[in-house]
């Protein structure tokens, strides 16, 4: 026994040997964790103080810039604490498309803030999650696609809008106007067109109510206050912007629920007139097979209508002021998509097939959705298992941020990463190019359903009002003068101005 036999000759001294060697095994077990989760390096980043976690360090009014900058020191991927919250962050074209499109498995899962978990309870296709929200997208995707999302059917419908919008442009007579009611007036009947079977007049009270309350959600679920109730729910009721949001949802649920039995009203399964039909009947038709657990229910319905009429609106009419904005800050820009209009179209209808032929346009049109990037974080995801990405790990559950800003603004990918410049989507011939870091729909199993819609809306409404107006600042503002420092919410919205719309001829 040697030198353990002098502790051996008493019970006490077994008692110290046992714990000595209790001791040791917690020892080698410790390191062997510890050294396993070094093994496991998570992502670096600023470190957290307890409770708070990085709220000194970010600003939460543009919360986007600061994790840019983020980037810059802690690398393509990394951690921040959003109060009590661990969230990792992706920045850069080739993280962002590695983790989307090469892992979208493992990072394709949704992760709905708290506010959004509350409303929604998992139903819906933009903050669901698991079999429901297949179900729900690949039926959305299907009965868009049925009543003409990107096929002649809509394009139809956003001519139509494209009139009635020509109109209300006119009768301001070349005077200085803001845009953002009407443009969204215009955009929203697209979907409503589609999901509801029916266009409504701009001056319409109640269509009018739902276009400002879907304005006014999207730029509070994105201000500090609703953040921080994210964050920190039990100091929720201090802050009025939860408050608000609830009146919102409460609203657009009374007003959806009476659209829906308007509809139910006058249901003909044989000929459905939008997506809330063909919904409905495909409830009717399981419930009378006897299937009452379908995830076709009121619910869903609801859910999936809400985020189809909000995504739908908000982004693209955005886009279009966006676009306006930069034509009126860039006037030689704007002459060469007239004077491309007046040689390809002249005076008649622009088509979508048209977009073939004009190049520069179609330039323009992307380069306003790459330097606008009006989604600059996407929608929050959530890994759905432990995973080793870029040599760090990931836990399973993770708050994930694609920060989509950093894509579209990627020095490494565009010459000008900062500035108007459409010749990013020109060859050295002056035909179009497509960018693979153009990734304004985002990518992978979450990329925007209603992407082709989008584009179609955005060629067509743009190009017809270029062909029949000049947008110009207002008298005594220069084009030096017009700010492009976003307006932050949900999205990013240009700050609020005025354009002149000037009549380029009578027809």
Not at 118 to 137: F, L, P
Not at 222 to 228: A, E
Not at 470 to 481: A, H, I, L, M, Y
Request: hydrophobic share 40%; glycine share 6%; proline share 5%.
């Amino acid at each position: 026994m040697g030198v353990l036999e002098p502790f051996l000759q008493s019970s006490s001294s077994i008692s110290l040997l046992g714990g000595l060697v209790v001791l040791l095994l917690v020892y080698l077990v410790c390191s062997s964790s510890f050294s396993s989760k070094e093994d496991r390096k998570e992502p670096p980043g600023p470190k957290p103080l307890p409770l708070i976690g990085n709220l000194l360090q970010l600003d939460l009014k543009r919360l986007y810039s600061t994790l840019l900058k983020l980037s810059k020191t802690y690398g393509s991927v990394f951690t921040v604490h959003l109060g009590p919250q661990k969230v990792v962050v992706l920045a850069g074209y080739k993280t962002v498309k590695e983790a989307l499109v090469n892992y979208a498995e493992e990072f394709g899962e949704r992760d709905p803030m708290l506010i959004m978990q509350e409303y929604y309870q998992g139903h819906g296709v933009i903050w669901a999650n698991g079999d429901s929200w297949k179900e729900m997208r690949r039926f959305a995707l299907s009965n868009l696609r049925d009543f003409g999302m990107g096929k002649k059917a809509s394009e139809d419908k956003i001519i139509e809008e494209c009139d009635h919008l020509l109109e209300v442009f006119k009768t301001f007579k070349g005077e200085a106007f803001d845009s953002t009611l009407n443009m969204n007036y215009a955009v929203s009947n697209i979907i409503c067109s589609i999901v509801y079977g029916s266009r409504f007049e701009y001056n319409d009270p109640e269509f009018k109510a739902l276009i400002d309350r879907t304005n006014r959600y999207v730029e509070l679920v994105g201000s500090p206050s609703i953040q921080l109730y994210n964050m920190f729910p039990w100091i929720g009721k201090w802050f009025s912007g939860k408050k608000e949001v609830v009146e919102i949802f409460a609203a657009n649920k009374k007003q959806n629920l009476k659209l829906f039995s308007r509809l139910k009203e006058t249901l003909n399964p044989e000929m459905c007139r939008g997506f809330v039909d063909a919904f409905l009947v495909r409830k009717q038709n399981l419930e009378e097979s006897g299937i009452t657990n379908s995830y076709f229910h009121e619910l869903n319905l609801l859910q999936t209508v809400i985020n189809l009429f909000g995504a739908g609106t908000e982004t693209t009419a955005t886009t279009l002021r966006w676009g306006l904005l930069f034509m009126a800050k860039n006037p030689k820009i704007q002459d060469q998509v007239q004077e491309e209009l007046r040689r390809e179209i002249g005076s008649r209808q622009v088509h979508a097939e048209d977009r073939k032929n004009m190049p520069f346009t179609d330039a323009v049109i992307h380069e306003t959705q790459r330097l606008a990037s009006i989604t600059p974080m996407a929608v929050p995801h959530k890994t759905n298992k432990d995973i080793t990405f870029q040599g760090h790990f990931i836990k399973k559950g993770t708050t994930v941020f694609p920060l989509l800003t950093s894509v579209l603004h990627d020095e490494s990918e565009w010459e000008r990463p900062h500035s108007f410049y459409p010749a990013h989507f020109l060859d050295k011939d002056g035909k179009f190019v497509k960018r693979d870091a153009f990734m304004p729909f985002s990518a992978g199993r979450r990329i925007c359903l209603g992407e082709s819609l989008a584009r179609m809306e955005l060629f067509l409404f743009f190009t017809t009002l270029l062909q029949h107006f000049r947008f110009t600042p207002p008298p005594g503002v220069s084009e030096d003068e017009l700010d492009l420092t976003p307006r932050v919410g949900f999205t990013l919205s240009p700050s609020p101005h005025k354009l002149c719309a000037v009549p380029v001829f009578e027809q």
